[in-house]
């Protein structure tokens, strides 16, 4: 179902022309311990200027806005939508700042059936998830981390320093934490 679903989607961007990569638990699945996910979240490399071909790539995919795009998605930058078909709850991420630039240009090319997908890249997939913070995601780091011992452990640290300066958090602790735990 996921794998149909995101198939429909990666071709809709890519018809609309909307560069973007697969975060959460679906890029967990490709790096981590497998779980279960209920949901597609995915970060577009666009931003409030494209909300109408976001629209539209989401309405060609399949997808049910569930918010008002006009209010939510212009306060939040984040359109959460459900399938039609399936129900399942995708999150499309408006996103267009150096990082995500470069963290889109930095996606891993996945083949699912016919279709080319772009998956964040392992450094980039922990980076999101230190920074949301959750038990969860902070789970998903450690599964992540100890199947994938070739991260660029300098490239995380250096953006989370970029966003700790910004925000105040203390990003790499988190980091520092699940290696102790781990090694």
Known sequence: ???????????????????????????????????????????????????????????????????????????????????????????????????????ISRARKLTIGTTELSFASVEDLIIHKLIAGRPRDLEDVKGVLLRNEAADLDYIRHWLSQFTDTTGEQYAERLDGILAEIS
């Open 1 to 103: 179902m996921f794998e149909i679903l995101l198939a429909r989607i990666g071709t809709a961007l890519r018809e609309a022309a909307l560069p973007y990569m697969i975060i959460g638990g679906q890029a967990v699945l490709l790096y981590g311990e497998p779980r279960l996910t209920k949901d597609i979240d995915i970060t577009l490399g666009v931003g409030l200027e494209r909300l109408s071909d976001v629209l539209n790539a989401a309405r060609a995919a399949g997808l049910n806005p569930l918010v008002d795009p006009e209010i939510f998605t212009r306060q939040t930058l984040v359109l959460p939508c459900s399938d039609r078909e399936s129900e399942i709850r995708v999150d499309l991420i408006l996103s267009f700042s150096p990082y995500e630039k470069l963290a």
